[in-house]
């Protein structure tokens, strides 16, 4: 048997790939649907209407109009901060002149990660039930999130009751009935101008409205007939698009819904149900990239953006939680 083998002679060079594999979610829906505005301050504010109940009394003949409503009444003005997020990086002198495998540039594989990176932090930052607060040189800026602008929690005092969620389900394991009451009690609050609806929901979620057509692990089962070619061989028992009585709801997963700063813990269970009509992005500054000094020891820069969500009309949305 021969004396020199691979694994005792130290001088043999590694094969390593010049493939380097990233498995982290980055689908960030509700930034992406949202509308996009600007802000010129620190807190914006935008205004928001609603229309007097129907009335129908009638008028007498030859009654003149001698009384007069304040259409302006019903309006209200909402606000939010911005909230500042930031991403560093810095490579080495050294590092970032020898040969990596995989890079051709470790700075500018930071700086791609980076800004990679400060996308999932605003979605996650407005999918949140984070409240609004100002900078008062010791607590950063921060935007109020969605969850909050929908009350969980406890609903936000600068919310007029007219204008407060009144969409919402936190009893459990989500049915077609449970489901269908929300879209119900949305329909009923606002008549869904926008005419269309996303949910945004948690994989746990997704997996229980996809359960609706077979009713996994109900008492009694609800037969469920599939015709579908026998050359796909395959069955589709997934619901993506969701058409109810009273709405079509488009349903797309996510991970950052009612997530804690820091916390790679995922709520499966929460769900945010969206007119993407009355919710925004408000910029104060867009995402950019800046690097700073080399002092000696290598390059350094960060990525950062500074935006706010607005809900245009918090009781045009709902949730589960």
Not at 253 to 270: E, H, K, L, M, Q
Request: overall charge negative.
């Amino acid at each position: 048997m021969p004396a020199t083998k691979t694994y005792n002679v130290s001088g043999n060079r590694e094969d390593l790939s010049d493939i380097i594999t990233l498995l982290e979610p980055e689908s960030t829906p509700l930034v992406s649907m949202a509308k996009k505005g600007t802000a010129s301050g620190t807190f914006f504010e935008w205004q928001t209407d609603d229309l007097s109940t129907a009335s129908f009394d009638g008028v007498l003949e030859g009654e003149d109009a001698t009384t007069f409503d304040d259409k302006a009444a019903n309006r209200a003005k909402l606000g939010n901060y911005v909230q500042k997020l930031r991403r560093t990086y810095g490579v080495s002198d050294l590092q970032e002149i020898v040969d990596t495998a995989g890079v051709s540039s470790e700075f500018a594989n930071a700086e791609g990660k980076a800004v990679r990176e400060l996308k999932r932090d605003l979605e996650s930052a407005v999918c949140s039930a984070q409240d609004r607060q100002a900078d008062d040189g010791t607590n950063a800026y921060k935007t109020r999130g969605m969850l909050k602008w929908l009350g969980v929690g406890g609903q936000p005092g600068d919310i007029p009751a007219g204008f407060q969620n009144v969409a919402n389900d936190t009893t459990g394991t989500q049915t077609e009935s449970t489901f269908n009451s929300v879209l119900q009690e949305l329909y009923e609050a606002n008549g869904m101008p926008g005419g269309q609806l996303t949910l945004i929901a948690g994989p746990g979620l997704k997996r229980e409205i996809s359960n609706f057509a077979r009713q996994e692990g109900a008492t009694t089962a609800l037969n469920y007939q599939v015709t579908q070619p026998a050359e796909s061989k395959k069955i589709s028992l997934t619901v993506n698009f969701y058409e109810g009585d009273f709405g079509n709801v488009a349903i797309v997963p996510s991970v950052f819904v009612n997530r804690t700063s820091g916390s790679a813990t995922i709520d499966a269970d929460a769900g945010l149900l969206i007119d993407p009509e009355y919710v925004g992005i408000h910029m104060l500054k867009a995402e950019s990239t800046s690097e700073l000094e080399n002092r000696g020891g290598g390059r350094r820069g960060f990525a950062d953006l500074v935006a706010g969500l607005a809900v245009y009309s918090p009781k045009a949305h709902g949730y589960f939680n």
